[in-house]
């Protein structure tokens, strides 16, 4: 796929990161390739249908029509580099999708208007309040008939808080939306904007006590005076910013791409990543500094494995700079590796980069010893630094697993561990009282999609069976 990637940003004010997250079929994947295709990184929007988008690569993927696993991408908009993850939006696929939030500043719940709140969608935003991430909620396919967008905001308030502001409103008219924020002039579908923008502004001067002073002497203030405000309501979440965009006809889109640009939080203004040095209970807190001249501290959120070109790691930087002459060690391991060639992603499309700065996503290929979740270093005091673990479900729904060819059961073991490499929900597990290799998921489609996996990819056909009781 083409991209106009010129090499990463060298200003962390002009990088952004975004996961979109939420139910399967709430729009996230036609949402990536439609701000793709505006920001100008492809030629076309593609489709599910057809299996032509960026993100849904995987012939699996194609297959289902769904996402199945999570896909980075990246745009330049506005001289700012917006890097882009598209998640699955299946519980059985939380393996792929609750990693993604350890890369980002910002999550976006993506939510189908047509069919409302999902529970995934309040699943995910627990999550990333739980992470203190930036939060905000993309409200897709408004377009689609009998839809009552009126009704979905307060729905979204009742659920979610009524911090969850609109930053646009819908205009069906003229098929567009409408700036609430920095505009409060004109109509939408809503009623006046300027009800919606006095809203806005007031959620914002709460937490700054002289911006408070002024807005009761003046009874407004400008928009353009209140980044510091926004930025700091994002972060404690006293605002939950709601857009309203359809992907099949474009409104929205450019204003999408505004509103991440001007007022999402870059590496510098959101909450610090749980780092953390030591273990168990002798572990403390420590803070990494989004600056490109300080010692490397890297985080592998995502990891390939090809059947022919190996491992392949899908990793944030979060401080230092990482180049291709950079020595990284992977956690507490003593012998570094050399990063030789540094990638950017467009899905399955691999770009080469000289470099990469804090809030980068960058990949390094045919790497062994990496693996998840791993925190790549280039200093040997930060041998023992690690994220704050997420809180994953625990896999167990198992099967029984065995090759169907008499001697391959070294050959199994090894090809279900690189399943597993890829997938933190995945475990397997060699059972002695029933002489059982047990492959655990997190349900029935999450297990019958591995051993698709197994079998398309790897070429290896095996049995499955229920678990015998010892």
């Not at 249908?49 to 330049?76: F, Y």
């Not at 704050?388 to 008499?406: D, W």
Request: charged share 20%; hydrophobic share 45%; proline share 6%.
């Amino acid at each position: 796929m083409p991209s106009r990637s010129n090499g990463p940003a060298a200003d962390m004010q002009a990088v952004r990161t975004l996961a979109l997250v939420g139910a399967a079929a709430a729009g996230k994947t036609s949402l990536a390739e439609a701000l793709l295709y505006k920001a100008g990184a492809i030629k076309a929007c593609g489709n599910i249908e057809r299996g032509s988008t960026v993100s849904d690569h995987d012939p699996l993927e194609r297959r289902m029509l769904h996402s199945l696993n999570a896909s980075v991408m990246h745009l330049t908009h506005a001289g700012t580099r917006i890097h882009l993850i598209d998640t699955p939006g299946g519980v059985d696929f939380l393996g792929q999708s609750l990693p993604a939030l350890e890369a980002v500043e910002t999550v976006a719940v993506v939510i189908n208007a047509a069919t409302g709140i999902e529970p995934m969608a309040v699943r995910m935003m627990a999550y990333a309040a739980s992470r203190q991430l930036a939060r905000m909620i993309i409200v897709t396919k408004i377009d689609a008939q009998g839809v009552s967008l009126a009704g979905l905001l307060a729905d979204i308030q009742a659920t979610f808080g009524r911090e969850c502001l609109p930053l646009n409103l819908p205009d069906a008219i003229n098929r567009q939306v409408v700036d609430c924020f920095f505009n409060r002039f004109g109509r939408s579908d809503f009623g006046p904007v300027e009800a919606a923008h006095r809203a806005l502004v007031e959620q914002v001067v709460e937490v700054d006590a002289a911006f408070v002073d002024r807005y009761l002497e003046e009874g407004d203030v400008d928009p353009a005076e209140l980044h510091a405000p926004l930025e700091q309501a994002l972060r404690e979440g006293h605002l939950i910013p709601v857009c309203f965009v359809s992907s099949r006809s474009g409104a929205g889109v450019a204003e999408l791409l505004d509103v991440i640009v001007k007022l999402l939080p870059d590496p510098t203004e959101a909450n610090p990543p749980s780092f953390m040095v030591g273990e168990g209970a002798d572990a403390q807190p420590m803070q990494a500094r989004p600056d490109p001249s300080l010692h490397v501290l890297a985080h592998v959120f995502k990891v390939t494995v090809d059947p022919y070109g190996g491992k392949m790691g899908i990793f944030r930087v979060h401080q230092g700079t990482v180049t291709r002459d950079s020595q990284l060690y992977i956690g507490d391991g003593r012998k570094p590796f050399k990063v030789g060639h540094l990638f950017m992603l467009q899905g399955k499309d691999h770009l080469e980069v000289a470099r990469a700065v804090p809030g980068d996503i960058v990949a390094v290929a045919k790497v062994d010893d990496i693996h998840f979740d791993a925190v790549l270093h280039d200093a040997a005091e930060d041998n023992h630094v690690h994220l704050a673990p997420l809180a994953f479900p625990v896999p167990v729904y198992g099967l029984a697993v065995e090759p169907k060819r008499h001697g391959d059961e070294q050959r199994a073991w090894e090809i279900l561990g690189k399943l597993a490499a890829e997938d933190p929900c995945l475990r397997i597990e060699h059972v002695a009282a029933t002489n059982e290799t047990v492959l655990y998921g997190l349900g029935e489609l999450h297990l019958r999609v591995a051993l698709d996996r197994l079998r398309e990819v790897y070429h290896f056909e095996v049995r499955t069976r229920p678990l015998s009781i010892a």
